[in-house]
């Protein structure tokens, strides 16, 4: 059995399916993209997240095309960055997200970042909405919307987004957001899953916890993603590493060690929703 299918999917409020983990984009342009892409559908990955602001759909896209795999299996996710914010510019840049990725249709578009100073997100939102009510899209969600931010939009348009991306990782556990999002009935995707790079992997706690199930310390942080209930983004540019980090069945995490992986000391390692600016 493929190792995707043995984590399962999720259903999200709009009754579609959304794979239990994903694979992250950010930061990889060129060949190197598509490349890596493809790598990871070989692995089993069937959720790919890009972003207009990567500068990488069009590699993403062609790995997707090229891949093989039955369109249908694979959840393309891309999103809108701030320059389209807006009704009618979110509109054209859906179209050239589109264009990009050479696709017929999204599976997942979100909001990149709410930028309350610009206000533009409700408008933004409902040009969404309209995508994927013309079926050219098939769910909507945000990424980076704090509770405040994710009820106007649910008050001013009675549109609850399937999906809210945030920064999450045992250096950010946010407890907060995941409740908020779950009591929306929204689902929590992971960026940042395994700290970026910088060193959580290295932190004694996850060091022990990943020992003592005889597991590397990037399987252990995502194991505890996938216990929260939520979905992790892992990136990496090397194959093995791609299939490492699908590999998280076939243990179990105690709650003491969820706990433990928890409590390490907390600080963002990104933006700022209520003051980031793109
Ligand atoms: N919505 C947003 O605002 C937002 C913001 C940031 C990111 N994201 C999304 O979330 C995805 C993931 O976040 P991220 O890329 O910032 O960070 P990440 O996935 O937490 O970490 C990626 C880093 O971990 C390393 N790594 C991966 N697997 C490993 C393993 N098994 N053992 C040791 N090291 C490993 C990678 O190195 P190698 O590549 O060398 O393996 C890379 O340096 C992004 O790619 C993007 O799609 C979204």
Redesign the pocket.
Known sequence: MPLMSALGSITLNDGHLLPAIGF????VTGDEATDEVRSALEAGYRLI???ASYGNEEEVGRAVTGSGVPREEIVVTS?LRGADQGYDAALRGFERTLGALGLDRLDLY?I??PLPARDLYVESWKALVRLREEGAVRSVGV??FTAAHLDRLIDETGVTPAVN?I?L?PGLVQEEMRAANAARGIVTES???????KGL?DTPAVREVAAAHGV????AVLRWHHQLGVVP??????PL?QR??LDIAGFTLSDEEMARLGSLPQRRL?GDPDTHEE
């Open positions: 992250g984009t950010w930061r997240d890009t972003a999103k979100l990149h970042w990424s980076n991306q920064e990782h960026w940042g899953p395994l700290g970026r790079g992997l590397s310390p990037a399987r983004l892992p990136k990496s540019a090397d590493r490492e980090n990104g």
